[in-house]
């Protein structure tokens, strides 16, 4: 803790590399609550008995946009979003799929695990090295994505045996995607002294809990994370 604080003080969070670097790490944040509360808008339509719960995470994830929003403003960094929409494209395609053929725990694989697990390794990564504007937002936002990714953990292990095959499958197609994100991210990532090594250690912590609480097994769960690592 004490080299990642060193670190912190040691960023210039003015210069235009660093600058440079958060435009399209911001961009991101923003991108990914935009796209989490779209997401929940859509699965409280596929599941309407938690059609509250689902509205409520929602409207989460949109103040969370705003409050990363914010982050750049307090920079002045305009986020590049289009870097952000081509970012999320494939894992955004293939919710749309799964919501559309109806595949709910596809679509709960995609958003309450993937993306919510990745949002919670990069933001843990990201505190230590935050601006202080940043970090009291980022903590915030956490503490609430710890209670999307449990609302896809409870669903799930309570319908385990019928979701397995195609949570296998899910996992097959969309954990790939996830080690092309980090790679993508990787450089500008290390300007924000956020090391690739630890947002994926990170992740594989947070998504191995996630199956583990659903029910997998450790060697199922060993074996679905190598197809994740087979792509990094």
């Not at 990201?126 to 710890?146: N, Q, S």
């Not at 990714?149 to 799930?156: A, K, R, S, T, Y």
Request: net charge negative; glycine share 4%; proline share 2%.
């Amino acid at each position: 803790m004490q080299q990642l604080a060193a670190t912190a003080a040691e960023l210039d969070f003015h210069s235009e590399t660093y600058k440079d670097a958060y435009s399209r790490i911001n961009a991101i944040v923003i991108e990914g609550e935009k796209e989490a509360h779209e997401n929940y808008i859509r699965l409280a339509e596929l599941l309407p008995e938690h059609k509250e719960e689902l509205i409520r995470l929602s409207k989460m994830e949109n103040r969370h946009k705003k409050g990363f929003e914010a982050c750049g403003r307090n920079l002045q960094v305009t986020p590049d979003m289009q870097f952000a929409q081509e970012f999320f494209a494939k894992l955004h395609q293939n919710f749309q799929k799964a919501a559309e053929s109806g595949n709910v725990v596809t679509c709960l694989l995609i958003q309450s695990l993937i993306i919510e697990c990745f949002a919670i390794a990069a933001y843990n990564i990201y505190i230590p090295v935050a601006d202080d504007f940043a970090r009291k937002i980022t903590e915030g936002v956490v503490k609430d994505e710890y209670s999307h990714l449990n609302f896809g953990e409870v669903w799930l292990k309570e319908h385990f045996e019928a979701s397995k095959a195609e949570l296998e499958q899910a996992n097959r197609q969309n954990l790939p995607i996830v080690w092309q994100m980090l790679n993508a991210v990787e450089n500008d990532a290390h300007t924000l002294a956020m090391e690739k090594e630890a947002l994926v250690e990170d992740f594989m912590i947070q998504y191995g809990e996630a199956l583990s609480n659903i029910g997998f097994t450790t060697r199922d769960i060993m074996r679905m994370s190598a197809y994740g690592l087979t792509a990094a």
